[in-house]
């Protein structure tokens, strides 16, 4: 098995590996965002409660989801390149940081603009909010020591730190509606128990999340194959690959 990861982590076996995922995990997207925008926009009924504004959550929690899932991906690389030193450990973390940005950044946006028709107010200091703004402030924390470091190992290391440090707010995010009284409402996905949602509306979401977890996939091995295309030009096995 270790074999099989070192083998996987090479960029020789990665650069492969992605250019036999890249079609299918084109296909996916297109696939899983073409239904999800159709199913959620125009084939799901309206909410009783909540009327059309509901809609927003196939762009919210696709988003707020991958801000979560992305830095966890970027601790997993964290420790990877701290304990076993694998070489796309912090290339993964490089690209995945504006990902993550971006989809915390709109993960806030879109949540603001629900929680005006919802609640009343574009902004309150919810402990969801709140913790998940920590979370866009980590990630930017991130991309401005990473163009301060540049690739030096010994930033590189203290990168890997600072990433699994700040990990402590991902679950805080994630039980905050549980641990305090909170404006933001619980999870309606549940991974252990049914979702609290009809299955009208719960299919297209999932087909959401899967078109932003594959459009996070597809981006993250472009960012990756094009520096390792300018690092590696002159080894044999990347000029066949072309």
Known sequence: MWALITNLASPKKFFSLSSQLLPWLTALF?????????????????????????????VHVPCAFLSLFVYTIMATAAIAGLVWRLKLAFL???HSTPLGAMFTFLALLTGSIWGKPMWGTWWIWD?????????????????????????KQSGERALAILILVGFVDIPIIHYSVYWWNTLHQGATLKLFAPSTIDTSMLYPLLAMIAAFLSYYTIVLFLRMRYELTAGFANHHWLQVKK
């Open 30 to 58: 297109i696939l899983t965002f073409t239904y999800g925008i159709i199913g959620g926009l125009i084939l799901a009924p309206t909410d009783y409660i909540q009327g059309d504004a509901f809609r927003i959550i196939y």
């Open 92 to 94: 993964v973390i490089r």
């Open 127 to 151: 402990a969801r909010l709140t913790s998940e703004l920590i979370l866009l402030f980590l990630y930017v924390g991130i991309l401005l020591f990473q163009s301060a470091i540049g690739q």
